[in-house]
């Protein structure tokens, strides 16, 4: 088994240093739910993408204008239709899928805009969130879940069991399966087990079969 790699100390999020190291420089890339622009400004500059965004809060938007990025506000779950199939080469949702009402409907959107996928999310079968569901009784709030139940925007948490589930019912063709750890460490999943208890995050490269 191969050792741990431990992602570059960068500015980016975690999850968003491990998808930017994804990128083949010169893409087409679609960041949605794209937050401030922070991974398509880093992706643009090291990577000469051709960077397109979109984020439903305005605030975001504003953010990603001010860095001199093309994004516009829209919402996942009813604004990815306006894209043409096979528009980008990079379809990017980065703790996002949680918080669409039809997460199922937004993964197809992905494969279809973009020649490939690349998701993250929380996982919701980590550790440190069944231990607080067990031991306290309460819903878990951790580094990828920071905010109380009747504050988060999240409504279809999952785990990473969970997602691979679904992926195989959409028809999808999973290319790499990773996690991140609450160390940063990104591990390549061998043990679906192993994965679901100590994986903080989930990350996925995915594609149409």
């Known amino acids: 088994m191969n050792a741990p790699t431990r992602l570059p100390t960068l500015t980016l999020r975690p999850d968003l240093a491990a ?21 398509l400004e880093h992706l643009v500059a090291h990577k000469n993408v051709v960077g397109r965004g979109m984020e439903i809060e305005q605030e975001g938007v504003n953010a ?5 990025l093309s994004v516009v506000q829209g919402d996942a779950d009813f604004d990815l239709g306006d894209y043409p199939d096979g528009s980008f080469d990079v379809a990017i949702l980065s703790l996002t899928l949680q918080a669409t009402r039809a997460p199922d409907k937004v993964l197809g ?55 691979v589930e679904m992926a195989g019912r959409l028809g999808l063709r999973i290319e790499r399966a990773l996690t991140l750890d609450a160390q940063s460490r990104l591990k390549p999943i061998r043990s679906m087990r192993m994965a679901n208890l100590f994986g903080q995050t989930g990350l996925f490269v995915l594609a149409k079969v």
């Not at 998808?19 to 960041?31: H, Q």
């Not at 990603?64 to 001199?68: A, F, I, N, P, Y």
């Open 19 to 39: 998808i930017a190291a994804m990128v083949e420089p010169g893409s087409r890339v679609l960041d949605i739910g794209c937050g401030d622009g922070q991974l």
């Open 64 to 68: 990603s204008v001010r860095r001199g």
């Open 109 to 163: 959107e992905l494969v279809r805009i973009g020649r490939r996928a690349v998701v993250s999310f929380p996982n919701f079968g980590y550790w440190a969130v069944r231990l607080s569901l067990l031991f306290e009784g309460r819903m878990p709030m951790t580094a990828t879940l920071p905010r109380g139940w009747y504050e988060t925007e999240n409504i279809h948490l999952c785990t990473i069991r969970d997602f």
